[in-house]
């Protein structure tokens, strides 16, 4: 609902807080600068950036449970990445 959109919006804005005290600043090499300004083209911007943020992980989190509910019923296999 409306309270929950609101605390991830506030989640949102100290994260973004957070990282402008970050010092560090990577360096991407030309290609990733592409592909990134290429993705920022096709997004439709509407309303601010965290209102873009938020859409995008709401999409990306449909996205992951459309993708789960596509694995058979039991399936209990997860991979050590670590």
Not at 34 to 57: P, S
Request: glycine share 4%.
């Amino acid at each position: 609902g409306p309270t929950a959109r609101r605390r991830e919006q506030l989640r949102l804005l100290q994260l973004a807080e957070e990282m402008n005290q970050c010092t560090f600043q990577p360096q991407i090499d030309a290609r990733s600068a592409e592909m990134m300004d290429e993705k920022l083209r096709n997004i439709q911007w509407k309303g601010t950036l965290h209102d873009a943020l938020y859409e995008d992980a709401l999409r990306r989190q449909k996205k992951q449970a459309e993708c789960e509910s596509i694995l058979p019923e039991g399936v209990t296999f997860q991979p050590s990445v670590g």
